[in-house]
């Protein structure tokens, strides 16, 4: 019997011999992840257990992104933490101040991540770099505690679930309106603690981009991790950035799957998620009439060049609806250079928006963006729950950077023909 | 393993930015991130609880972030363990790591209603009604794997030892 991708990057990762879904298994770990919410907990287990070095300091990454620029004393307290810890075992990736960025752009854009690769970070968005035919996966503090005393961790093999694509995506159509989709298919919960194997002819279609944010909203549908096998696509964005070649795998034609779903990309039309769930979508044009306060364009699901260029190009001439506030935050360093060379910033600028530095802050309700009672926004991001952005009687909208757009500038949800 | 208390009932979904928002994120000390458990699902819950008390919950309990904050807030808040439909995946993990019990039970939310006394039994498997019915309900065991974590205090003191075992690692 096959393997799927999931289960041969894991398998190469222990000493075993076959692996199967369901199988509880210590895997090696190539890259461990942690950022200032989150770290500051293992940090704490870690000396509690009489930690010592870490596993190996070039494979631990800390990002302090989430409430940075530092929001509070609090807030800089825990900074302090990472700073410190990363100074005293000599940790190659540690970033902060405007060397930083959003964890889940900033690591495949410095080519830290590989695919073949297992990555466990203690942040749940983590699944991203699936995209690139890597195992990956969120754990909470602890965990990651584990992983940087011990370079292991434990799993348990996930039965896979294949997604297969059909098609081109029409115009305005992303990866985001496709993950979208399949969660308001599948429902929040329908890939619990399995992996999403996306395949078919509708991949080739999809960018790098497109594919990194169908894999970082996986979670959103509970899934221990998502995957796309990687191509020419994926091999050529590695080769300019990162060191280490990778292993490119795939899944064996007779490889098991626990569940199939087809997908038309072809057909589908934007998607938007209406609160308080990622699986409560709707097609553009079964929206209504929706008011909102704020559109936010950023993060790390929706915040990489590919989606400022989109939305750069829908606001180039227009302006902010009156009394609806824009924020843009390109999400690294990177990102907004690029932005800034490109001449998207002038042109977010002249449409009245905020720029924002690289920061998690409003998608999570940090900081930089957050919503007064009864507010509702519109937002690139991956979560609506309730309160996620501010208030608990305010609400989120979740879509694409071209819907984004479009109802800033009309000040209600709103598709990109209607402009 | 014995867990006696009063039910509180929450639906389906209920994700880690109600259990415990991520405005107090910046909170490191686990005493205090108790005082916030539940708050934007329930803002007078931890008004309501008495140590010991049980959380019952639909599908899907703990959906969302990673944040160990979740689960150590409804430890320290002083609930005794969480009986769901089913749990997502991270925090199922970091449970077990922080040392809260959880149990699944398909029936037990149909079952019983907010506010009565349970008795859940995670050696015999069982969750037995106190009051006139007496009836019981069985449970999902625990999986060996996580059982030996919860008696060993979570992860990082299994891994302790195993450590002082001279165990290794795969």
């Known amino acids: 019997m096959g393997l799927t991708i999931t289960e041969k990057i894991l398998l190469r990762h222990t000493d075993l011999t076959d692996i199967r879904p369901g199988m509880l298994i210590n895997a090696r770990v190539d890259v461990a992840l942690g950022h200032d919410i989150t770290a500051p907990i293992a940090i704490d287990e870690f000396r509690k257990a009489g930690g010592g070095k870490v596993f190996d300091p070039a494979k631990v990454v800390l990002v302090a992104d989430h409430f940075t620029p530092n929001k509070d004393i609090l807030s ?133 981009a497109d594919r990194l944010t169908m894999a970082n909203m996986v979670i959103e549908a509970g899934a221990k991790n998502g995957i796309f096998a990687p191509d020419a696509i994926t091999e050529a964005y590695v080769k300019e950035r990162a060191d280490r070649p990778g292993i490119l795998l795939a899944s064996d034609p007779d490889a098991r799957y626990a569940e199939r779903l087809e997908v038309d990309v072809a057909a589908l039309e934007p998607q938007v998620a209406f609160p308080h769930l990622p699986s409560n979508t709707r097609g553009i044009r079964d929206v209504g009439n929706v008011p909102i306060d704020q559109v936010y364009i950023g993060s790390c699901t929706n915040g990489r060049i590919e989606d400022l260029r989109i939305a750069a190009a829908l606001l180039k001439g227009r302006k902010a609806a009156p009394g609806l506030r824009l924020i843009v935050v390109p999400t690294t360093p990177e990102v907004y250079g690029m932005a800034l060379r490109e001449g998207l910033l002038e042109i977010f600028l002249a449409a009245d928006a905020v720029i924002g530095p690289p920061t998690c802050g409003a998608c999570l309700g940090g900081h930089m963006g957050i919503l007064a009672e009864g507010e509702r926004a519109v937002a690139t991001t991956n979560r609506n729950f309730v309160g996620r952005m501010g208030h608990t009687k305010s609400e989120v909208y979740l879509a694409n950077p071209a819907v984004a757009a479009a109802s800033a500038v009309l000040g209600r949800i709103a598709g990109p023909d209607e402009l | 393993m014995k867990f006696r208390g009063r039910v509180w009932k929450f639906g389906d979904n209920v994700d880690t930015d109600v259990i415990y928002p991520a405005r107090y994120m910046n909170i490191h000390d686990p005493k205090q991130m108790g005082a916030h458990c539940m708050e934007d699902a329930d803002p007078d819950f931890l008004k309501k609880i008495r140590p010991g008390d049980i959380i019952v919950a639909g599908e899907n309990f703990g959906c969302g972030s990673s944040r160990e904050h979740a689960p150590i807030a409804i430890r320290e808040a002083g609930l005794s363990c969480v009986v769901a439909r089913s749990f997502a995946r991270i925090f199922y993990r970091n449970a077990f790591n922080m040392g809260l019990p959880i149990f699944e039970s398909a029936e037990l939310w149909d079952r019983v209603p907010e506010g009565a006394e349970i008795e859940v039994d995670g050696a015999a498997g069982t969750i037995r009604f106190l009051g006139e019915s007496g009836e019981s309900l069985a449970i999902q065991p625990i999986p060996p794997f996580m059982l030996e974590l919860l008696k060993d205090g979570g992860l990082m003191k299994h891994l302790e030892k195993k450590r002082s075992a001279g165990e290794g690692h795969s």
Not at chain 1, 109 to 134: M, N
Not at chain 1, 171 to 180: E, M
């Open chain 1, 76 to 208: 800089a307290g825990q900074v302090k933490i990472l700073r410190e810890f990363a100074r005293e075992q000599g940790l190659t990736h540690y970033y902060e101040g405007g060397r930083c960025g959003v964890e889940h752009v900033l690591l495949h854009e410095k080519g830290i991540v590989v695919p073949g690769d297992v990555v466990i970070g203690a942040d749940s968005h983590t699944c991203t770099y699936g995209a690139l035919g890597a195992f990956s996966t969120g754990v909470g503090s602890t965990d990651l505690a584990a992983v940087m005393m011990t370079g292991e961790v434990w799993l348990r093999v996930p039965e896979s679930m294949e997604i297969v694509l059909h098609g081109r995506p029409g115009r305005w159509v992303s990866g985001k309106d496709v993950i979208l989709h399949v969660i308001g298919r599948i429902g929040v919960d329908g890939a619990l603690y399995k992996a999403m194997e996306f395949k078919g002819d509708g991949v080739s279609a999809l960018t790098l």
